[in-house]
């Protein structure tokens, strides 16, 4: 699983003044789901989009998928392990149906996919001022990773605008991209802390992590779970289940916190969960 982490803005060190231990504050731009609700992260993806015998109709729905497509994979920033896609031989409102787009998926080999399913176009008025046309699209998807089990709809419009019939492809190339823009990733600043006593070895962590290593910073924090002082087993075990978080394992995430709890529950032990179990 890829790390959930972008990069790390801002780090304030608290100095170690007692035998108790400090936090070190780490300020770190997360990823969340997208507007539409909809996260992509480590998942094969399909799109697929229905058949036309009509020009400039067909060359304009093949490009508006491939639009699409391409706007998925730059803005998931290759954290998306493919994208692929698919025309129907037949109308894709034939499709529009979570039984059918499971079948997609089996077909595709895909765990998320898209179907434009219905594109309705408006009369093409070719002015003095250019070419316009009206558009209607409905779009399907269905991840069959998310618990919820159901199929999402989304639908919009919008007129294309071109100097001729050849241009409407990239219009709709275009259009495809202000679609997939809906479903982009989030991403939000959010403060985390790391427990550490003073001593060179747990400074010795937090310059791990200043450099992005979190299996470095855990190698070193395994040293202290088997430690005689219930305090730092503790600290140690929360520091993993953070590095485990970051690192996008959240049922791991979750075992070293339930470990660090049964040691001695920490303050900041609630609000590490909350975030766990909000990314599962």
């Known amino acids: 699983m890829r790390p959930a982490v972008l990069h790390i803005a801002f780090l304030a060190l608290l100095a170690a003044v007692s035998c108790s231990p400090s936090r070190y504050m780490i300020d770190v731009e997360m990823r969340h789901k997208s507007k539409a609700g909809v996260d992509l992260t480590g998942k094969n993806v399909a799109v697929v989009y229905g058949s ?22 730059a803005d998931y920033q290759n954290t998306i392990d493919s994208v692929g896609v698919f025309g129907l031989d037949s109308q894709a409102s034939e499709y529009a149906s979570r039984d059918s787009l499971v079948s997609l998926l089996l077909e595709t080999g895909s765990d998320v996919v898209f179907l434009f399913d219905k594109i309705d176009f408006g009369k093409i008025d070719n002015g003095a001022s250019g070419l316009t046309m009206p558009f209607d699209v409905s779009l399907r998807c269905y991840d069959a990773m998310n618990k919820e089990d159901r199929m999402l709809s989304f639908n919009g419009s919008s007129i294309a605008r071109t100097s001729s019939l050849e241009g409407l492809p990239d219009e709709a190339w275009e259009a495809g991209k202000t679609v997939a823009s809906s479903f982009k990733p989030e991403w939000k600043h959010e403060q985390y802390s790391i427990y550490y006593f003073n001593s060179d070895k747990w400074y010795d962590a937090l310059t791990k992590v200043e450099m992005y290593d979190w299996k470095g910073a855990m190698d070193v924090w395994f040293e202290f779970i088997a430690s005689n002082d219930v305090l730092k087993r503790s600290c140690a075990c929360f520091n993993i289940a953070t590095a485990c978080y970051m690192s996008g394992d959240y049922d791991l995430a979750t075992k070293w916190l339930d470990k660090s709890d049964k040691e001695n529950a920490l303050p900041l032990s609630p609000v590490l969960r909350k975030r766990i179990n909000a990314r599962k």
């Open 52 to 73: 036309s015998s009509q020009y400039p109709y067909n060359a304009f729905i093949e490009s508006l998928a491939d639009g699409f497509a391409w706007n998925l994979k």
